[in-house]
């Protein structure tokens, strides 16, 4: 059981009715085995695909009585004769032929596998995690690696022919200041020192514009320490790219004919350039999400000027206080929508901080709601109007501050489309959305933070406005959004020291704090920095998205789980007393065990 | 200073004497500014190069007087003429043409840098490492982080044809028993307990073959807390490969393909296949090393039987206890070295823990020798017959135990031939070094311990010996070696449980502690493991030697420092308290500071 005596020739899945006669070995796994009228059959697999195998006694008695050991996937070598099939089967690519052995070598046995090989075994995560290795056995975990692969080669070659450069940054790194939380990994030469994991290879890719290698990209991992969700992972992968002497349209227009080139040559869909754009403002306006998923309608409306003298209190005192009515038209779907589906969407908009929904049935007869008596005729005409209300449609309103309208109104008309399953899985509808904020007030810190990063260079338009209404100033930031998942992001920096000292000024740093802070990037910054500005796609996310998975761990080998753990390792693990002493640390916990 | 009016329609370094009469926009870095004449001269570089630029009040009054302005380091856009160069620079490609300037924009300014912009500048590798933004500004650092991200897509490209699928292993994974020293993560969700940083990804790529995915590769990441060598970084780069239903000659053809591919794509060298092949046995016997220098002979000889009855003590007593006597010779560079330069290899030979070193100079007078009285005529004439010796030859003698003799005559044929400059810098030899030991034993732990790994297979005609002879066996295991380095190695690994049960016993442990130490692996192994094996090539190091560099950080952006310190970053650094107590740690160090 120890060499290979049969090598493949062949792989399993690729040979076809135009190799009939040859004489071919194969490699591989015992998908199932069946015996039926005194000839035994095996489906044979690899990674290419399945091969229908036939032992009979009459061509190998041997062959015939050693496959009649074989169990599931256990691991054989076959020689033999390719011949047509007479029970063709249409399921397969090879399905139209058939080998009969000649030799066989049993290269390993298998025990009963915990988990199916097959694509719908319906089986918890947690035990598909643990056997990660034979759920990776799977067609469809096969083909996601592999397409995994394939879009990182695409990427890496499309950047590398246009004179990017790729290079590694450092893992060990130092604690980021303002980000979220780090990994930290505890220096033993230098005791009570610690590394951070990279969050990103931010300031990295900023000093490789400064030390001139004007472009850069690299596929690199990246930590952060946050409470995990479905498309989140402790350790994840980023597309990263920094360019020098560019400005905004720049990195734009390469990055969508990156997109451009991974859609074609992944997917084989011709994406249309330029990819369709988006202030941030207008996106907010029109969808209530900085990451718009524009498949469907459904925009959000301003009724607050029809409504604002109406006899509707929750209307009009949400309007004396500043807030906004706003309202999203189920257009054509009015009678898709019960009462009791209409309170479901109530409690989602809740979620987003929304007090109630308010809504109104257009009908042949005219307004249905509860809310209608508290309208006149020409309050109720002007919302029509306003929505292009038709016989049909479901108006929806929400009356609050302007962020939880967005945030209600933008969750609910996505909630609405997946219910009316207009989110059309085959439909890959991309965005860029533009002119971020530069910065947002923190009322907690009671000062300006930077939306992106205090290094993202404002409009140029905008710089006046730095000193006297910060909070209107637009930044040189810019997302790519896919159906509505945000899959990328980045900006212009700010390369001058002036108005990098402006922006420390803005956000309440004095020069001391600064210099703490940022220290070793503001003093590179005195030796000559280009104009710079880059992105960094998710590539996890790109790659569920381009795959049409809801899950991240579906396109990742050895994925944690919510908990951040490994089932399959049991890492993390407790260590030796030993290893803690040499890193300087304890454990300030009692073990759970 | 904030937009970029002028964008480059060329690169400096691109440009030729075809180019005269076009218009060009430059973007780039003052290298050098002049005053001659009446004119302003600069020299102009990006990362393709350097180009002239002229600044003629006649031509433009206003960029002159803001030229006048600029200094080195200055970023720069400048729009202008190609014309003919009257005084040709041969030192540079663009010497035949200089640019007149019609307009100029200063991107930025720059203060004086603390280290130059050139290569030569003799500047402590501390401070080039504080200041790495301005030393990666270096056309010499340039072209190294180029060329490894070159070697880099070559390999991925040649293997991704040849059917290898990339795969990313985690990075937050489980300690590894019996390995080097861990990098440690403690996990804030799970309090007591801690990620490791892979020291390679070697048990994921194994599950990944009982996966099916037959052929993985990935350039990757990995860690090892050991004290640092010049060329030992704590984070280094694998370029790590797997294959199934594969023996020793498949993984050797595979990778002596790839080795031919990136010395000819990335230094136009061809290299020829196969490439030559040492047992580690022959290896050691000729060569006193299992990675040796084959760019020149000074091979060991084994003079013991000529010796064994001689007057001379130190050799027939270390005879008599079980010891070797062993010579190399210098062959014809006897009169280079004189007793002071002897003396000082003896010093070396004594830092390998050789008791002395002995040696005879043949003249043409015959043998001059401080031990020469000890020897008949005969057994002189014996040791001449063996070691080939010729007038102009020195001998060098080590007795000592196996080990003692292999270690200090490897290292003074090394060291013999650096001081003759025998080093061929331009000569790439590379080498496999085959059939290393299964086992070694270990004095302290009084057992045998794998060399390998517990998981590289035994030579299928030494499986026998496990039980009878353990330390005969010899692995299915490989070394590349390139100049004397090792650059890579690998095995054939286990795939029998049954055999894999016999290694453990072997290893002295028993079932519980094998499966304490390896639980994971050994259930995956239950479930149809396939033949496999691989290999891990050090990109670091590969690099380094195609580029002909002595030390790894010449081709690392931002290496550590030999004491695992960021003089850039200043990483590590001391944590918040309150980042340690939410992970549940505490340092038991007293700050030095």
């Known amino acids: 059981m120890t060499s290979i005596l049969i090598k493949r020739t062949h792989e399993c899945g690729t040979l076809k009715v135009q190799n009939i006669g040859e004489q071919v070995s194969l490699n591989g796994w015992v998908q199932k085995r069946r015996d039926l009228g005194g000839l035994i059959f095996v489906d044979l697999r690899d990674r290419s695909g399945l091969v229908q195998i036939v032992f009979d006694k009459d061509i190998s008695l041997e062959a015939f009585e050693m496959a009649e050991e074989l169990g599931s996937e256990y691991v054989i070598a076959v020689r033999g004769k390719i011949y047509k099939r007479q029970s063709i089967n249409p399921n397969i690519p090879t399905g139209e032929i058939e080998i009969f052995a000649e030799s066989l070598q049993i290269l390993n046995t298998a025990e009963t596998t915990p988990i199916y090989i097959k694509d719908d075994d319906d089986v918890s995560e947690n035990l598909r995690l643990k056997y990660r290795y034979l759920d990776l056995r799977k067609s469809s975990m096969q083909y996601n690696l592999i397409f995994r692969s394939k879009v990182a080669n695409i990427v890496r070659n499309f950047l590398s022919q246009e004179g990017f450069i790729e290079v590694e940054t450092p893992m060990l790194t130092k604690t980021t200041p303002e980000g979220a939380r780090d990994y930290l990994v505890p220096s033993r030469v230098n005791p009570g020192k610690f590394f951070a994991l990279p969050q990103s290879p931010q300031l990295f890719k900023q000093l490789l514009m400064v030390s001139g290698m004007e472009k850069y990209f690299q596929i690199v991992k990246c930590f952060r320490d946050e409470d995990l969700r479905a498309d989140r992972q402790p350790e994840f992968t980023q597309i990263d790219c920094e360019m020098s002497f560019v400005d905004i349209e720049d990195v734009l227009a390469v990055n969508e004919r990156l997109l451009k080139k991974v859609f074609k040559d992944a997917l084989d869909i011709d994406i249309q350039l330029p990819i369709e754009r988006l202030s941030y403002e207008e996106a907010m306006e029109r969808y209530g999400s900085d990451k718009p998923d524009t498949r469907f309608g459904f925009e959000l409306v301003d009724v607050s000027q029809a409504v604002k003298d109406s006899g509707f209190k929750v209307f009009t005192e949400t309007l004396q206080h500043g807030g906004f009515v706003k309202t999203i038209n189920i257009n054509g779907y009015g009678d898709k929508f019960s009462r009791k589906d209409i309170t479901s ?25 509860p809310i209608a008596k508290f309208f006149s005729e020409a309050e109720l005409k002007d919302i029509l109007q306003l929505t292009n209300g038709q016989a049909g449609d479901l108006l929806l309103f929400v009356a609050d501050k302007l ?181 300087n640390i304890q454990s300030i916990t009692t073990k759970e065990s």
Chains 1, 2 share one sequence.
């Open 403 to 583: 962020q939880v309208v967005y945030d209600a109104l933008g969750h609910l008309r996505l909630e609405a489309a997946k219910r009316l399953d207009l989110l059309d899985r085959n439909e890959y509808k991309l965005l860029w959305v533009t002119e971020f904020p530069l910065l947002e007030y923190d009322e907690e810190d009671n000062r300006y933070v930077a939306k992106h990063h205090p290094f993202t260079a404002p409009m140029d338009e905008d710089i006046d406005m730095l000193e006297t209404t910060p909070e209107k100033v637009r930044a040189k930031a810019y997302d790519i959004v896919l159906n509505g998942h945000e899959i990328g992001g980045g900006s212009i920096r700010i390369f001058s020291s002036q108005l990098q000292q402006k922006m420390f000024e803005v956000l309440g740093f004095s020069q001391e704090e600064a210099w703490e802070k940022f220290g070793f990037l503001l003093e590179a910054f005195k030796y000559g920095t280009p104009p710079h500005g880059g992105i960094a796609f998710g590539l996890d996310r790109l790659v569920m998205l381009l795959l049409k998975e809801d899950n991240i761990r579906q396109v990742i080998a050895f994925p944690k789980t919510q908990n951040a753990t490994c089932p399959l390792t049991n890492a993390p693990s407790y260590a030796d007393e030993k290893q803690l002493k040499e890193l």
């Open 345 to 369: 969407l109530e409690e989602i908009a809740k979620t987003y901080g929304a007090k109630g929904l308010a809504w109104m049935k257009v009908t042949d007869e005219g307004i249905t709601s």
